[in-house]
């Protein structure tokens, strides 16, 4: 079975720096891998996605992700953090097999920016 | 194009009663997502629909919840009779027919759940 682990529950970064959420997956083949983002009174909105190909993947709003099958790692990066980026990040794996997409999901990182 | 769409935003129910959320798919999107965020812990799947069908329902937690998607439109998930441990946020979620793990999945925003 696959599963998802985000170690930070919470990190808390100065505006302007830099940002890197860590992402550790478990799963038996090649995964579908995804990073959500739900800022205050949304939805969870996707960022990115690494099916297949260039193993750093770039997303929306600045972000980018590297997946890493040595270390079954899909952590995501922003060189210099804006306010505006204060959320709960989620990483996800997709099942490659199943007809639609049954997620599994990391348990969140709370990202808090300092002015 | 409007987004899935969700009703009601927050509902604060006692225990025992019943509840029943709704979800509205992006239109045109067969497949269909019910997710579930209980406090503290992690995003777990529900179940699944393709149209009208239930392609997965492995993650529903017991018998109390019952899911329906009439005509392959709107889908609803009823809570009866709601305990204690079904407090947390439900999310839908829809995506394309056909390229299945290919299409992201899109959210709503979700249906906050306290059961008192």
């Known amino acids: 079975a696959q599963s998802v682990t985000q170690p930070d529950i919470h990190i808390t970064v100065s505006e302007g720096a830099s940002l890197e959420l860590r992402c550790n997956y478990s799963y038996g083949a090649t995964p579908y891998l995804f990073w959500y983002v739900q800022s205050p009174g949304q939805g969870l909105q996707l960022l990115l996605k690494y099916f297949s190909g260039d193993t750093l993947v770039q997303g929306i709003k600045g972000f980018e992700a590297e997946f890493k099958r040595s270390q079954s790692s899909f952590n995501l990066r922003k060189p210099s953090v804006h306010w505006s980026d204060a959320a709960e990040y989620f990483c996800?794996?997709?099942?490659?097999?199943?007809?639609?997409?049954?997620?599994?999901f990391g348990g969140g990182t709370r990202l808090m920016v300092k002015p | 194009e409007a987004g899935v769409t969700q009703f009601p935003s927050h509902s604060v129910i006692e225990k025992g009663q019943t509840v029943t959320l709704r979800c509205d798919p992006i239109?045109?999107?067969?497949?269909l997502y019910w997710y579930r965020r209980v406090m503290g812990k992690e995003i777990k799947f529900l179940l699944h629909?393709?149209?009208?069908?239930?392609?997965?329902e492995s993650g529903m937690p017991n018998n109390r919840f019952l899911a329906e998607r009439t005509g392959g439109t709107y889908s609803t998930l009823k809570v009866q009779p709601a305990e204690l441990e079904d407090s947390g946020v439900y999310f839908c979620?829809?995506?394309?027919?056909?390229?299945?793990?290919?299409?992201?999945?899109?959210f709503g925003n979700g249906t906050r759940l306290t059961v008192t």
């Open positions: 996800a794996v997709g099942a490659k097999n199943n007809a639609g997409n049954m997620l599994t």
């Open positions: 629909f393709v149209k009208e069908s239930k392609q997965d």
């Open positions: 239109s045109g999107h067969d497949n």
């Open positions: 979620a829809s995506s394309h027919a056909g390229t299945g793990t290919l299409s992201p999945l899109h």
